[in-house]
T-cell receptor
Framework: KAGVTQTPRYLIKTRGQQVTLSCSPI?????VSWYQQTPGQGLQFLFEYFSETQRNKGNFPGRFSGRQFSNSRSEMNVSTLELGDSALYLC???????????FGPGTRLTVT | KNEVEQSPQNLTAQEGEFITINCSYS?????LHWLQQHPGGGIVSLFMLSSGKKKHGRLIATINIQEKHSSLHITASHPRDSAVYIC????????FGTGTRLQVFP
């Protein structure tokens, strides 16, 4: 069974631009969670989607948004990028909310 | 004070040593996760536990719900165990500890 895939793997953007990251979960998994990892703040929860609905959201500004499609694939969007948004963005999928999560390889975003 | 605290932050060991990493949390949880992250960023879920003890190969995870404390043990450590180990409290969203960087030398 294929694992969680994330595209792109690396991305360089300029301040003020917006970016969209994509996550394809393991086949059959219906829950997708997104995380941000930075050297200063460590790993932080962004949001979780299940059945195309956001079920939980972390403490991030409204510039961070996401969605989930009917095939469980998910995207997250960051608008008006700031230097501090440079991070590794990880998604994880699980069969259902609260079950074991399987992480993707991450997208490394650099904002210049 | 962080809701999830890990210790130690850094750990070095000789191959074959027994290793313990500790995790304390101050929130109510449905489960406690132990994760492993290798250089390059990939994260692997090692354990998800809500009570007692789980074992997988040379890795053992325990949790004491009353004391809000969990431990990850590695028996007969090997250089390939070198990684960052992260615990995460599951409160309907994951709250992560800051990680323990483990280096095992031959």
């Amino acid at each position: 069974k294929a694992g969680v895939t994330q595209t792109p793997r690396y991305l360089i953007k300029t301040r003020g631009q917006q970016v969209t990251l994509s996550c394809s979960p393991i086949s059959g998994h219906r829950s997708v969670s997104w995380y941000q990892q930075t050297p200063g703040q460590g790993l932080q929860f962004l949001f979780e989607y299940f059945s195309e609905t956001q079920r939980n959201k972390g403490n991030f500004p409204g510039r961070f948004s996401g969605r989930q499609f009917s095939n469980s694939r998910s995207e997250m969007n960051v608008s008006t990028l700031e230097l501090g948004d440079s991070a590794l963005y990880l998604c994880a999928s699980s069969l259902l909310p609260g079950s074991e999560q399987y992480f993707g390889p991450g997208t490394r975003l650099t904002v210049t | 004070k962080n809701e999830v605290e890990q210790s130690p932050q850094n750990l070095t060991a000789q191959e074959g040593e027994f290793i313990t990493i500790n995790c304390s949390y101050s929130v109510g949880i449905s489960a406690l996760h132990w994760l492993q992250q290798h250089p390059g960023g990939g994260i692997v879920s090692l354990f998800m536990l809500s009570s007692g003890k789980k074992k997988h190969g040379r890795l053992i995870a325990t949790i004491n719900i009353q004391e809000k404390h969990s431990s990850l043990h590695i028996t007969a450590s090997h250089p390939r165990d070198s990684a960052v180990y992260i615990c995460a409290a599951d409160t309907d969203k994951l709250i992560f500890g800051t990680g323990t960087r483990l280096q095992v030398f031959p």
